[in-house]
């Protein structure tokens, strides 16, 4: 697991290096992915589902996210879209394009639903905490 999250924090700072997020932050969004992903293995452990263990980490993740891009004036982006990488279903896309061209309907079909739940999954979690933290900032004024 160890391992694991530090390969997710060592990805999340080269993706971040690769969109050319200012130096000062490299570290903050490799943290951010890497307690993104100890939270998604941490509920797949505890016998959750992946889709619900992605669907928390992302919460956590936009919630970093958030609070980073508070704490150091920074865009929410700067470690979000970084912060996201280990939960993006890669492997899904490869496993729908695999049993298409294995002519495999069934696997295609299940693939895609499987890999469409996560992909909504997290645009949801994203959303819905950017929507508590809008909330909190209007109340402030």
């Not at 080269?14 to 509920?43: D, E, M, N, R, T």
């Not at 959750?48 to 263990?53: G, N, R, V």
């Not at 298409?100 to 639903?113: K, R, V, W």
């Amino acid at each position: 697991m160890l391992i694991q999250i530090i390969g997710a924090f060592i990805a999340v700072v080269a993706l971040s290096i690769i969109f050319s997020i200012p130096k000062k932050f490299l570290i903050y969004s490799g943290i951010v992915g890497a307690v993104g992903w100890f939270i998604y293995l941490l509920f797949l452990r505890l016998k959750f589902q992946e889709t619900t263990s992605v669907f928390i980490a992302t919460l956590v993740v936009a919630l970093i996210s958030h609070s980073f891009a508070r704490i150091f004036k920074a865009p929410v982006t700067v470690f979000l879209i970084a912060g996201i990488l280990p939960m993006v279903p890669g492997v899904g896309m490869y496993r729908i394009a695999y049993s298409m061209l294995s002519e495999d309907s069934g696997m295609t079909a299940y693939y895609f639903n499987h890999t469409l739940q996560i992909a909504g999954l997290i645009a949801i979690a994203i959303f819905i905490m950017d929507t508590i933290f809008r909330m909190a900032q209007r109340r402030k004024v």
